[in-house]
């Protein structure tokens, strides 16, 4: 099966700071998927990455898919507390699966 | 904006009672699916739906789960006796296309005593 390989595990910055999360597949990459999880709650859906070498941004979150890496990066510029949560990266499998990747719990300090 | 919704969004039960979590998923939608999310871990996979059968099913989902599309609009995850591990928030979702952008509800958290 497919995995996907966050990191890091949690980040904590302060407010106003740059951070990267990376997504690392262990097979080939067609299409990767960037959600977040406020604490306790559903899955929104932030973007979708599907053509090597993607680039797309969305208010302060850029993410990025570098297919010959097998892997993904995910930006937010100048964070506020209300990127607080955790990023999942996504990907579609074999036959009807979707694997979620092992998040990254994001704490922005006021 | 249509939206997947999910009911209860909490439940509380006995070990080995059987619990039934609601999923509406957005009306043109043709692929369904559930996710469970274990406090503190990962979200894992554990079936999809198509052409109102299963199309694919984890090593989780065992013959203590079952999934029905019993009305054309909702989309149930039936456990049959629950285990203390079973608590976990359940994620259901839907997509128009196979690649299509997955679209999920609000989860329905369960509580297994």
């Known amino acids: 099966s497919q995995e996907l390989e966050q990191s890091p595990q949690s980040l904590i910055v302060q407010e106003g700071k740059n951070l990267t999360i990376n997504c690392t597949s262990s097979k080939t990459l067609y299409g990767l998927y960037w959600y977040k999880q406020k604490y306790g709650e559903g899955l929104i859906f932030l973007m979708m990455l599907q053509k090597g070498g993607e680039e797309k941004s969305h208010e302060k979150i850029t993410a990025k898919l570098d297919e010959k890496k097998q892997q993904s990066s995910l930006h937010i510029t100048a964070s506020q507390p209300s990127h607080a949560g955790i990023y999942l990266c996504g990907a579609d499998g074999i036959g009807n699966q979707f694997y979620f990747g092992t998040g990254t719990s994001l704490t922005v300090i006021p | 904006e249509p939206e997947v919704t999910q009911t209860p969004s909490h439940q509380v039960t006995q070990m080995g009672q059987e619990v039934i979590l609601r999923c509406v998923p957005i009306s043109n939608h043709l692929y369904f699916y559930w996710y469970r999310q274990i406090l503190g871990q990962k979200v894992e996979f554990l079936v999809s739906?198509?052409?109102?059968?299963?199309?694919?099913k984890s090593e989780i989902f065992d013959d203590q789960f079952s999934v029905e599309r019993p009305d054309g609009s909702n989309f149930t995850l039936k456990i049959r006796s629950t285990k203390l591990e079973d608590s976990a928030m359940y994620f259901c979702a839907s997509t128009e296309s196979r690649s299509g952008e997955l679209f999920f509800g609000e989860g329905s958290r369960l509580t297994v005593l």
């Open positions: 739906f198509y052409n109102n059968e299963i199309s694919e």
